[in-house]
């Protein structure tokens, strides 16, 4: 009979709770783009890269296509900064002189926390988890359930088998294109009782809740006052539109 030492169990119980909180981080994200994807209509890109062998796969956007405005990943991390300072009442990390490991663990929290911004600004709403503030990366912002506007709440348990539900389909989605966009009706297939099918052709949005205006940057600003509309469906949804201004981004 062997016994392992206290170092070998310590590291067996360090290695195991990262793949606890990996699973939970990807997990949300991935429902965060499934609920964007499902109830806002958006498009979204992937690009392929290498499975995951033990944790869930954080499937990180290319870009967004949402009510006829596209979104890209700097856009993303400009509203990360956003939730940083308006909802976590923190300041963003500098990231002047980031470690090339540093950089890639904030741009996972940065795609995190500017989706979670979008879906505030949506009418969602989220419990955020206390946890410690990383020092030279990124906070990676945790929630413990989502709130839809119509009442409808997912706790975390829930939120991340969505995940790991919506990760695997996008994954086995993958043929031979490097490439894949994703839309509602690809994932009209799962069965996820929770987020209904709400918006599923942005072509018949006729109250326009993101206004693209003329301009020669891709930042994206967020308007102050939200527009409120009622779906077909009678659910009152509040939205803040996106709009672009010319060569400068004010939020």
């Known amino acids: 009979m062997s016994i392992i030492s206290n170092d070998r169990l310590s590291d067996v119980v360090s290695k195991e709770r990262k793949i606890i909180s990996r699973n939970v981080e990807s997990g949300i994200t991935n429902t965060v783009l499934c609920i964007l ?12 890269t290498k499975k995951t062998k033990n944790t869930i796969k954080m499937m990180v956007p290319e870009d967004i296509t949402i009510m006829g405005t596209m ?34 663990r904030s741009k996972e929290s940065w795609i995190n926390n500017g989706l979670l911004y979008l879906l505030k600004k949506c009418g969602y709403n989220f419990i955020i988890r206390q946890t410690k503030k990383a020092k030279l990366t990124e906070r990676f912002v945790k ?6 506007p119509s009442g409808e709440i997912i ?6 088998e969505i995940g790991m539900k919506i990760e695997q389909f996008i994954s086995n989605s993958f043929k031979r294109e490097h490439v894949l966009k994703v839309d509602s009706s690809q994932l009209s297939s799962l069965h996820i ?10 072509q018949h949005l006729s109250y326009c809740c993101f206004n693209k205006q003329q301009s020669t940057t891709r930042s994206i600003v967020v308007e ?25 981004c004010y939020y």
């Open 37 to 48: 994807i499902k109830q806002l209509g958006a498009i979204v890109s992937f690009r392929r």
């Open 71 to 104: 979104m890209y990943q700097n856009d993303l991390i400009k509203m990360s900064d956003l939730l940083i300072r308006e909802i976590v009442n923190e300041q963003p990390i500098n990231r002047e002189g980031m470690s090339d490991k540093q950089y890639n």
């Open 143 to 148: 929630v413990s359930s989502i709130s839809f």
């Open 155 to 160: 706790n975390e348990k829930r939120l991340i």
């Open 193 to 202: 009782p929770e987020i209904k099918d709400v918006l599923v052709d942005q």
């Open 224 to 248: 102050d006052q939200p527009l409120f509309y009622t779906q077909n469906i009678g659910m009152p949804v509040i939205v803040y539109p996106l709009r672009y201004d010319n060569g400068c």
